[in-house]
């Protein structure tokens, strides 16, 4: 292992009652007078979002008062043993400028800070909203911007950029569900919060997959520090880059920097990324030397539909396809017996939507069936073009490395100096594994055994616990799960996934991308101490997330324009300057491909930059309804459809009572007539209904009133009933000559 990774780990939400402090809003100016520029990044996934809040000295504001930005005091990183308690614990107000108390760290390249709380995420997905694109501002954005709403300063929202970029969960809608859910994000931001949006097009989207990895590289390397410091990360030939593992929901991105003769023989399918270092100033600490530039050539690849959850219903797909032959199984959409899976454990069951039909699963404990089962997922890949798999094999077919996934326009690895870090899925799945294990004693907690793995991965460890845990019973599992303390217990989800997960880790890595099995593979590197892949959490006390590779191009890109700007005027004053000074190259990437089409690292070109800091009193701006509500993590599943119907069903009924109260009451008396005799007809029709009933009733006489029993059937009555019955619009003449009737009848008695 890297003896120069500052890695540090944390468990997930397990903690108990603690009680979060109020959110302290981040400092407008540091110490020294200069203010703070603040971004704000909503990295929008399939399974949620996730705002992120950064910010670094302004630069124009820092050149003009010589500060030297190479000079940073170093923040201790901290073990935080869960989330609970990094959202309990104090804020630290310090501030990065040098202020002689704290140790100092030489750094290239612009400063990004973030604290603790300057992160929020919640649940689902903006692809959720795609049948109800107009409930996403106020049902999802606001829960969010409450969150950045609450860190940056108020005074400072009119210039905070603010960019949304949406990945896998968006790119498997068709393109017009994504353009009606991108138009309604943009409505909100713009009209209806006050941060700085001056393009909605470049500052709303969903990004492309390599995008994506291409920023999270940027991410791990500067928490990594190999950036700032690459002579302390020297992996042989010159290369001093981490490569990037990064296991989405539905995708998976795959980013490294090859070795010299592989970026010469794929010059053609690399992305170029041109970085500038911050200035230095000169002896007389009066004015800067020109930043040195940086530029890497990496491969970004998004794996789409490789993420956990798709290849997991990739995965039940071949199931269904195995078991379902034929339409006999299925009745009304729904299943007669079970499928068998062999990646749940035995005695577990559960329903899940396949091609818009529920099925239901039972769980077989199987290992050996589980690592079959997946192989067709990657054997069956069309990705990078598909086509026969030259080197496709499953685990039992022999020592040679698997490389399913790969193809001739990929680099190849070069294990002797790409070191990768696997992050997101990856730790994720293998931390839950390694929680998961049966030498507890007397309910002592794993937490610390897992942080002795040295967040390695150990091929052999994790093939023997994936093993073991995909061989045990649903009762095995629950009764181990229930003997661990409570922050390290699993819920029901992840405990009847553990399996699936860590086999779909091992399939991927090892089957889909070639990667070494220490211990079984010949490899030829030669340090000893490095085993090709790292999990981790945390980097020097941060969580990864490509957002900071956003922000990182973002700072770069104002530095060096803020430094253009100052060598202008300092040429303008000077008269002994020379004439013509030279504009440096903004930062940012294009792929080799379409060297026309660059990337800027901030605003794009011909789209007005963040504007210049201003003092502005915060108590006499405009409020926004978000900034005052509570924050909440989850959106019920009630907000995210139309209910067009249940509007319908409103104005039926409504219309139902106007014409019920418009027909009138002699009309209204008929209807329920002959509602309540059809009611009667209706009875007598239900088999085992009898007519031979009778009832009892009185009849009076001259000498008094006697009892007698009458032998009327009640369906007689009912007839006579039907007989008597007559219609109500008949004319008044009829009435008067029926009474005339009557009135004849009774002279002759």
């Known amino acids: 292992m890297d003896q120069h990774l500052p890695i540090l780990t944390t468990r997930k939400n397990k903690s108990k009652g603690s009680k979060k402090k109020p959110l302290k809003a ?117 829960k969010l911007l409450s969150r950045a709403s609450k860190i940056v300063p108020k005074a400072q929202h009119y210039r905070t950029p603010i960019f949304l970029h949406s990945t896998a969960g968006m790119r498997l809608l068709p393109p017009t569900e994504q353009q009606h859910i991108l138009n309604e994000i943009c409505l909100f931001l713009e009209n209806k919060s006050d941060f700085f949006i001056p393009d909605c097009a470049s500052h709303v989207n969903v990004i492309d997959g390599d995008y994506e990895g291409l920023y999270g590289w940027l991410s791990i390397n500067s928490l990594i520090g190999a950036l700032d410091d690459p002579s302390s990360h020297q992996h042989g030939k010159n290369h001093t880059t981490y490569g990037l593992l990064d296991m989405g929901g539905a995708s998976t991105q795959v980013v490294f920097q090859p070795n010299t003769t592989e970026i010469d023989e794929h010059q053609n399918n690399l992305y170029h990324l041109d970085l500038r270092q911050v200035p230095t100033l000169d002896g007389n600490k009066q004015t800067y030397k020109v930043p040195q530039q940086a530029e890497y050539n990496v491969y970004s690849d998004s794996f789409l539909g490789f993420g956990m959850y798709q290849a997991r219903n990739k995965y039940l797909k071949s199931l269904v396809a195995a078991d379902d032959k034929d339409d006999q199984y299925h009745y009304w959409g729904l299943t007669k017996s079970p499928i068998n899976d062999p990646c749940m454990p035995k005695g577990f069951t559960t329903s899940d939507y396949v091609n818009d039909r529920s099925y239901d699963f039972i769980g077989e404990s199987d290992f050996e069936n589980c690592l079959n089962q997946i192989f067709p997922v990657l054997q069956n890949s069309t990705h990078g073009g598909g086509g026969p798999k030259k080197n496709c094999k499953q685990f039992s077919e022999g020592d040679e490395v698997s490389t399913c996934l790969l193809n001739e326009l990929i680099p190849s690895f070069d294990f002797d100096v790409n070191h990768f870090i696997g992050v997101s899925g990856y730790w994720d799945a293998i931390e839950d594994l390694l929680l998961h294990q049966d030498d507890n004693e007397a309910g002592k907690s794993v937490r610390g055994k897992v942080k002795d793995q040295k967040n390695t991965y150990d091929y052999k460890q994790i093939f023997s616990k994936t093993q073991k845990v995909c061989s045990e019973s649903w009762s095995s599992i629950l009764e181990l799960n229930m003997k661990k303390e409570y922050k390290d217990q699993l819920s029901e989800d992840e405990l009847s996934t553990l399996c699936f997960k860590s086999s779909w880790i091992l399939n991927f890595l090892h089957l889909g991308l070639g990667f070494p099995r220490f211990g079984i593979d010949s490899v030829t590197n030669s340090n000893k101490g490095f085993q090709t892949l790292q999990l981790v959490e945390k980097l020097d006390g941060s969580s990864f997330s490509w957002a900071l590779g956003r922000a990182v191009l973002y700072a770069n890109d104002e530095y060096i324009q803020a430094y253009n700007n100052y060598t202008k005027r300092i040429s303008k ?96 008396k008929l209807f329920v007539t002959k509602v309540t005799t059809g009611f009667r007809k209706l009875v007598k029709m239900t088999p085992g209904y009898s007519e031979a009933k009778y009832t009892t009733v009185s009849r009076g006489d001259a000498d008094g009133l006697e009892d007698m029993e009458m032998g009327l059937e009640l369906s007689e009555l009912d007839k006579d009933a039907d007989k008597d019955q007559f219609e109500i619009g008949d004319e008044a003449e009829g009435e008067e000559g029926t009474e005339a009737d009557g009135e004849r009848q009774r002279n002759r008695t």
């Open 26 to 142: 981040g400092p407008e100016v540091a110490k020294n007078g200069i203010p703070y520029d603040y971004i704000v990044i909503i990295d929008a996934g399939s399974k949620g979002s996730r705002v992120h809040v950064y910010n670094w000295l302004n630069p124009g504001a820092a050149f003009d008062k010589r500060i030297d930005l190479h000079q940073y005091k170093r923040l201790k990183s901290r073990i935080l043993p869960s989330e609970e308690e990094e959202e309990s614990e104090s804020e630290d107000d310090s501030d990065d400028e040098d202020d002689g108390t704290k140790e100092k760290s030489k750094v290239l390249y612009p400063k990004i800070r973030t604290k603790n709380r300057w992160h929020k995420k919640i649940t689902p997905g903006i692809s959720s909203f795609n049948k109800a694109p107009h409930k996403i501002g106020k049902h999802h954005l606001s």
């Open 573 to 668: 004053d000077d008269v002994t300057a020379a004439d013509g000074v030279t504009q440096l190259k903004r930062p940012g990437f294009f792929h080799s491909s379409s060297p026309n089409i660059y990337q800027f690292g901030a605003e794009q070109d011909g789209i007005m930059s963040r504007p210049e800091y201003t003092k502005m009193d915060a108590s006499e701006l405009h409020y926004f309804d978000y900034e005052m509500k509570e924050e909440t993590d989850h959106e019920s599943a009630w907000n995210l459809e139309p209910h067009r119907w249940f509007g319908f069903v409103i104005f039926a009924v409504l219309l139902s009572f106007v014409a019920w109260l418009m027909v009138g009451a002699r009309n209204r």
